[in-house]
């Protein structure tokens, strides 16, 4: 055994230990529900977390029949105290890292204690610290929690200093009243979307444990669906938050930066780097609940304490949007990211039904100045701007291999492309990346349009290691514009039974009915920068129309 496997070995031992032992699953029943990755299980279906027998009848109920809103209403009355609410959803989390390897840090010691702190407050002032009152909320790992490793999926940070201090969305969460009480597993590098990692290994979906469960936040995807979590917070400056809500089914909201504190996160890329910025936000089981969490964390005003925020407040819009009709444009598909077929049923459903309920639709037509492929080739430039490797030096730093899903973009070794960047060859990257802005203000402008719908990728979730790049999320994040994914539709191989294989210049993971019957399909919702309130609130209506009597 290799120092850094022994290294791993012993962090899993770790991690394993704070698992209370009777909030263990015994090996038989592991065995027997076959939560691998080389297995096509649903654990959903197969209702692993119940059948489980480790929740009682009151756990079940907190964390199966309420929404986190109705939660918060329920812990401000006392119907439900901090600490019941608290141990059972840490208990479910505890089992869903077992069945999906989705969590990286576990503090439930602390979680209760900091519950039973806020019950004695209720108790004793007779009201609540904030609208988060008694909620647990989950993080991404690579936020900064005092006293908390922050590995990120390195071995080479396992040798990193605890945090001494939060991130600031920590510290906005805690003044809001929520309960941290465990991190998320995501991918080394957190440059590909499959989370997996040579510490913590591969996060499985628990809709299908063959399939990725998304990245980089990939491991709030597979909590969340199990409803370990409620609102689990990721980042996304590629499609992190987005990819894993459609790949295991969920809610996620991509914010405008800056309007969600994203200060005191680690880094491990070069410090400074200039281009697309990332952005923080939630991962949720219904967008009432995307809502609590953002006007909640932008209500305690993170500007104060958090110089890169945005000084603007939640501006609600006004009621109007649910039953005024909207002008809807629908993105083109990309010729060289053809759609599967369930993803382009999906679309044209989704688009049938919200005609059929008084709205304009309006197809955009493919223009390259505007397309998914320029937007794409724009990011890939900023992000290959960092030509030192840096998440390459931190693999190599701890001995240990890159994962699979780096070899199969090539990421896995340093490029020989890279010449260096000027300032004026960072200056003409940015003038196309205005002149690529300016192209969207305009076909907004002149079709008058409300919103743009479009594929939150060109696939489901799909094989392990298969799932590549990701052209209908990052060219919103090239633009900063805040966008919401909605589950919607499933693959069917009735429906769509003809394999799909894609030829060059298409690019993509392959269409294939048999493997994929019954995964989630999503929609994504797009409005402009700083529209973040429009497209909540846009996205609620359509939401409604599309899922309404689901």
């Not at 197969?46 to 939660?71: C, D, H, P, V, W």
């Not at 890292?97 to 019950?119: G, P, W």
């Not at 991509?254 to 969600?260: D, Y």
Request: net charge negative.
């Amino acid at each position: 055994m290799e120092r850094w496997q022994e290294r791993v070995q012993a962090k899993r031992h770790a991690a394993l230990e704070k698992i209370p032992i009777d909030w263990r699953l015994p090996k038989g029943f592991l065995q027997s529900i076959k939560a691998l990755e080389s297995e096509s299980t649903d654990l959903i279906a197969l209702n692993a977390i119940r059948r489980s027998g480790l929740l009682s009848s009151s756990e079940l109920e907190i964390t199966e029949n309420y929404t986190a809103s109705q939660l918060v209403k329920k812990l401000a009355s006392g119907s439900f105290s901090a600490e019941a609410v608290t141990r059972a959803f840490s208990k479910r989390a505890a089992i869903a890292e077992q069945l999906t390897s989705c969590l990286t840090e576990t503090f439930f010691d602390q979680a209760i204690e900091r519950a039973r702190f806020l019950d004695d407050y209720l108790q004793r002032e007779g009201r609540v610290v904030g609208p988060l009152h008694g909620l647990p909320i989950s993080v991404k790992d690579s936020y900064n929690i005092k006293g908390v490793p922050s590995t990120i999926g390195y071995v080479s940070f396992l040798d990193n200093e605890l945090p001494e201090t939060n991130s600031t969305l920590i510290d906005v969460l805690l003044q809001l009243g929520a309960v941290l009480y465990v991190k998320t597993n995501i991918p080394q590098s957190m440059m590909v979307a499959d989370s997996e990692n040579n510490i913590f290994g591969r996060t499985l979906n628990p809709l299908r444990t063959s399939m990725t469960a998304g990245g980089s936040t990939g491991g709030e995807g597979a909590l969340i669906a199990l409803r370990g979590s409620l609102i689990g917070v990721g980042t996304d400056i590629g499609g992190s938050i987005r990819v894993p809500a459609l790949c295991c089914g969920l809610y996620g909201f991509r914010p405008t930066t800056g309007r969600v504190p994203y200060g005191g996160i680690v880094h491990h890329g070069l410090p400074g780097h200039p281009g697309i910025l990332a952005t923080a936000g939630p991962l949720t089981t219904s967008l009432t609940d995307t809502e609590l969490f953002l006007t909640s964390v932008i209500s305690a005003k993170p500007w104060k304490y958090d110089s890169t925020t945005h000084a603007i407040p939640w501006l609600p819009v006004g009621g109007n949007v649910a039953f005024s009709p909207l002008r809807i444009g629908v993105l083109a598909e990309d010729p060289k990211w053809p759609l599967h077929p369930p993803v382009r049923r999906a679309i044209h459903d989704a688009i049938s039904l919200l005609k059929d309920a008084g709205h304009s639709i309006i197809q955009l037509s493919h223009d390259v100045k505007i397309s998914a492929s320029t937007g794409l080739d724009l990011s890939l430039q900023y992000f290959s701007l960092d030509d030192s490797n840096t998440f390459l030096r931190h693999i190599e730093k701890g001995g240990e291999p890159p994962i699979n899903a780096l070899k199969v973009l090539g990421l896995d070794k340093p490029s020989t492309n890279h010449s260096k960047c000027t300032i004026q060859d960072l200056a003409a990257l940015d003038l196309k990346r205005v002149g690529y802005g300016d192209a969207w203000s305009k076909q907004i402008l002149d079709l008058n349009l409300d919103i743009i719908i479009g594929p939150g990728a060109q696939n489901t979730a799909v094989p392990h290691d298969s799932y590549g790049l990701f052209p209908y999320t990052v060219m919103w994040n090239l633009l900063d514009y805040p966008a919401s994914i909605i589950p919607f539709s499933r693959v069917s191989k009735e429906a769509d039974p003809e394999p799909l294989v894609f030829e060059a210049p298409a690019q993509g993971p392959p269409y294939d009915p048999e493997i994929l019957d019954g995964l989630p399909c999503a929609i994504q919702i797009i409005a402009p920068r700083f529209h973040d309130e429009k497209c909540l609130a846009i996205s609620k209506v359509v939401d409604s129309i599309l899922n309404g009597k689901r």
